[in-house]
């Protein structure tokens, strides 16, 4: 079945039997590749379930970092009437206002996000909505069976379903977890409209390891004011039970200073609550097909870094790999491995995966290390804030005076 706009219903359009390029998930990886290789000139067939994105908890805002990725693949245009940006980040530490943070963040639905990049899908790059039930792979042709009976046959098979597990199972990948629940990742609406606050966005950081919280962020999605909070408990464990039930009161408890900010922490909607854990790939080396995002790596939300990790790997497969594998004759294994072995891709996964482990050690360890560095880290915010406090008092110099 094939679609572009419509609801999961619409009628079919017949897929293209013979492409370059097909792309196995409609997200945020697949969707932004089968643009930019459309965009391009090549063929290529878009595959998702779902001609609608559900609207799940996923990463719901950026950076400018991020959004100068989307920039450099000439999607920005695409990309900015569906986001809210801000700027003017109140930052609270160690229970206290720290700073006002000057750069630009972006927030968004993950849902309406993808939604609005498929509805600006190049007209040659229909979303195939349909259900991927065989796979055969080889060092020249991939072949695709869906549900419906349709045949797709490919020069190069795109992987990019995210944390599904379906379509690496039948190719016969395999997942590793190295850091299995790492963390949790909570988001929810609070009551207060953006237009009755005097200030634009708030993040405020856990105080103690003991309470397990990374930090709590608070911004504009349209006119909502949207919370995300990252801890790094599990969702069995009585303080998540505590959290849902009764966000206000446990946010009051945890974060007094930025109360008044979050109109007292009235929530508005659900908990969303997502488990997340890190992991890898194992077994990706083969002929004719190359996983991307999340469907080959997965990172902590903690740090921010996923969307960037994901449209690197657009990038480098738009703008370095898949030009020169369409070049020559044949999609082996070895031909492929040469953007598993990319030193951007690579520093990027291995960056993220890093600052993944990072941000939960310095949050939580309660080793000697630990404990010292937090002591450093802390003492140096203290002192900032002190400093930051005394230029207030110091009376300001007349001009004139010596
Ligand atoms: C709770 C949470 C918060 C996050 N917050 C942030 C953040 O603040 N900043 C940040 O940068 N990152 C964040 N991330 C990470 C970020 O959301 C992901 O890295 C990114 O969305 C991954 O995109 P993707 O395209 O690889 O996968 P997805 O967007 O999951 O896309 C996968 C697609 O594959 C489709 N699919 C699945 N199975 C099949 C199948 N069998 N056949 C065909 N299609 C299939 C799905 O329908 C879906 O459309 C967060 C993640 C989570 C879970």
Same mark, same amino acid.
């Given at each position: 079945m094939t679609s572009r706009k419509? *609801? +999961?219903?619409t009628p079919a359009e017949p897929a293209? &039997?013979? $492409? +370059?390029v097909a792309i196995i998930g409609a997200g945020m990886a697949g969707t932004t590749l089968a643009t930019v290789l459309g965009n391009a000139g090549r063929k290529v067939t878009l595959i998702d379930p779902h001609r609608v994105h559900h +609207?799940? %908890?996923? #990463?719901?805002k950026i950076g400018a970092n991020q959004m100068q990725l989307f920039e450099k693949l000439g999607l920005d245009k695409m990309v900015m009437p569906l986001v809210t940006p801000f700027t003017d980040v109140d930052v609270f530490r160690l229970g206290q206002f720290f700073a006002r943070e000057k750069k630009w963040e972006y927030a968004f639905s993950y849902g309406a996000l993808i939604n609005g990049l498929r509805d600006a899908l190049? *007209?040659? @790059?229909?979303? =195939?909505v349909g259900k991927v039930t065989e796979v055969s792979t080889g060092p020249d042709r991939q072949r695709l069976v869906l549900a419906d009976g349709t045949v797709i046959n490919a020069r190069l098979l795109v992987v !990019?379903?995210?944390?599904?597990?379906l379509v690496r199972r039948a190719i016969g990948v395999e997942r590793i977890e190295l *850091?299995? !629940?790492h963390s949790l990742s909570m988001g929810f609406d609070l009551a207060v409209a953006p237009r009755d606050c005097t200030y634009r966005a708030v993040t405020c950081y856990g105080k103690r &390891? *003991?309470?397990?919280v990374a930090y709590l962020t608070v911004f504009p999605i349209g006119d909502r004011m949207r919370a995300n909070m990252f801890v790094y408990? =599990? @969702? !069995?464990?009585q303080w998540t039970r505590d959290f849902r039930a009764d966000p206000q009161k446990m946010l009051c408890e945890l974060m007094p200073e930025i109360s008044a900010q979050c109109g007292n %922490?009235? $929530? #508005?909607s659900p908990v969303e609550v997502r488990q997340v854990n890190l992991t890898t790939t194992q077994g990706?080396?083969?002929?004719?097909v190359v996983f991307i995002g999340d469907a080959f790596v997965t990172t902590c939300p903690t740090p921010g870094v996923g969307i960037g990790r994901v449209m690197i790997d657009v990038d480098q497969l738009h703008s370095v790999h898949i030009p020169r594998w369409l070049e020559t004759p044949g999609m082996a294994a070895d031909k492929i491995g040469a953007f598993y072995d990319d030193p951007v891709k690579v520093a990027s996964d291995e960056e993220g995966m890093r600052v993944s482990v990072y941000a939960k050690q310095i949050t939580t360890e309660t080793g000697l290390e630990w404990r010292v560095r937090r002591l450093r880290n802390n003492t140096a915010r203290q002192l900032m804030i002190i400093g930051r406090k005394m230029r207030h008092l110091r009376p300001r110099r007349e001009p004139g005076m010596a």
């Open positions: 419509g *609801s +999961d219903m293209p &039997a013979e $492409v +370059d +609207d799940e %908890f996923r #990463a719901e190049p *007209s040659q @790059v229909p979303l =195939t !990019a379903t995210g944390y599904s597990e *850091s299995k !629940a &390891a *003991s309470d397990r408990r =599990t @969702v !069995a464990e %922490f009235e $929530v #508005a990706h080396r083969r002929d004719g």
